[in-house]
């Protein structure tokens, strides 16, 4: 028997309803006499949302007879709640928070790949350019490998995510214990700031902040995220049981506009990274000077499983979630 979603999903939803701009009402129109149906989908304002944003600009919606209502929620739990609770139909979210919802019995079905990482990026000389997360230390700082991070503080922007979970298993990795390094809660530009000042004595950064923190003279210790998830999808479009159940036939339709708009980010860079500076209002040469972005054109449940056992493995999941049969969409 399923539990109810749980108590900090809930407490979240109510973050997320004020994000989505919206009072709690039904997500789904479906179309009337024009046979549009509109979905609502949750996005979180990063520059791979340059692949949904090319997918109503060029129309890939519009030929699935989809209308797509964007939102920017708050953070992937509180797009997972508010899929799950059927506010929006579909929403981003990395395999990270993904595998902590399904572990605690959230009822969500993968749609489709949203970001990743290539098979070219494993192989490549410069990280920045394929990673878009970086750890970053000072110039001179006496920490040359992850292992040296026990007993040192280290930001986060929150605990027990992404960027603490990658972290965390390149000290592992190199012999290192995780648990005896002093996270610290700090948003991008704090935790820049608190780098450069020597309050933090390393800063797990998102792009842009990894190159401005190069540019500023800080040494690159490691691209976490390439290290940890390999090549395949990191970010997923993600649908709740009771929107899955209502429209089918619409969120099949966002797979397929979904993934000739990521074939089509991939083949014109240039675009989609002017996009992507609207998008984190950003400058396009800074967007060019960080990672590129990859947009992959499909997610396995190897994808997901890989990070299921990684996670595990460093004691962030009591043990591997039991993935359903049926977790991606058509398979």
């Known amino acids: 028997m399923r539990r109810s979603i749980p108590a900090a999903l809930a407490a979240i939803l109510a973050l997320t309803l004020s994000a989505c701009g919206g009072?709690?009402?039904?997500?789904?129109?479906?179309?009337?006499?024009?046979?549009?149906?509109?979905?609502?989908?949750?996005?979180?304002?990063?520059?791979?949302?340059?692949a949904i944003k090319l997918a109503v600009d060029k129309g890939f919606f519009k030929e699935q007879g989809l209308d797509v209502k964007t939102s920017v929620v708050a953070n992937p739990p509180a797009g997972i709640a508010a899929a799950q609770s059927g506010q929006l139909d579909l929403t981003y979210t990395p395999s990270i928070p993904l595998l902590n919802a399904l572990g605690n019995n959230v009822p969500l079905t993968?749609?489709?790949?949203?970001?990743?990482?290539?098979?070219?990026?494993?192989?490549?000389?410069?990280?920045?350019?394929?990673?878009?997360?970086?750890?970053?230390?000072?110039?001179?700082?006496?920490?040359?490998?992850?292992?040296?991070?026990?007993?040192?503080?280290?930001?986060?922007?929150?605990?027990?995510?992404q960027l603490e979970v990658t972290v965390s298993k390149l000290v592992k990795d190199d012999g290192g214990d995780p648990s005896r390094v002093n996270w610290m809660v700090l948003d991008p530009s704090s935790a820049l700031q608190s780098l450069n000042s020597g309050r933090v004595d390393a800063a797990s950064l998102v792009a842009p902040f990894v190159?401005?923190?190069?540019?500023?003279?800080?040494r690159l210790l490691a691209s976490p995220g390439v290290a940890f998830f390999k090549a395949g999808a990191v970010g997923?479009?993600?649908?709740?049981?009771?929107?899955?159940?209502?429209?089918?036939?619409?969120?099949?339709?966002?797979?397929?506009?979904?993934?000739?708009?990521?074939?089509?980010?991939?083949?014109?860079?240039?675009?989609?990274?002017?996009?992507?500076?609207?998008?984190?209002?950003?400058?396009?040469?800074?967007?060019?000077?960080?990672?590129?972005?990859?947009?992959?054109?499909?997610?396995?449940?190897?994808?997901?499983?890989?990070?299921?056992?990684?996670?595990?493995s460093l004691g962030y999941l009591k043990e591997p979630v039991k993935l359903p049969a049926d977790l991606i969409l058509g398979s």
């Open 236 to 312: 997923i479009w993600v649908t709740g049981k009771s929107a899955l159940a209502k429209e089918k036939k619409a969120i099949e339709g966002f797979r397929t506009a979904i993934y000739k708009a990521n074939a089509y980010a991939n083949a014109h860079i240039d675009e989609a990274q002017q996009l992507s500076a609207q998008i984190t209002n950003n400058p396009v040469d800074v967007i060019k000077a960080g990672a590129v972005n990859y947009w992959p054109d499909k997610v396995t449940i190897d994808d997901i499983q890989r990070v299921d056992d990684a996670m595990a």
């Open 110 to 161: 993968v749609v489709a790949a949203a970001d990743g990482y290539s098979d070219q990026a494993m192989a490549s000389k410069d990280m920045t350019k394929v990673d878009d997360t970086g750890l970053l230390v000072a110039k001179d700082s006496p920490i040359q490998r992850p292992k040296d991070l026990e007993g040192k503080s280290v930001s986060v922007p929150a605990r027990k995510a």
């Open 23 to 50: 009072a709690a009402s039904s997500s789904t129109a479906s179309g009337g006499n024009d046979g549009i149906t509109t979905l609502k989908v949750g996005t979180i304002g990063i520059g791979s949302d340059a």
């Open 211 to 218: 190159s401005k923190a190069i540019s500023e003279g800080d």
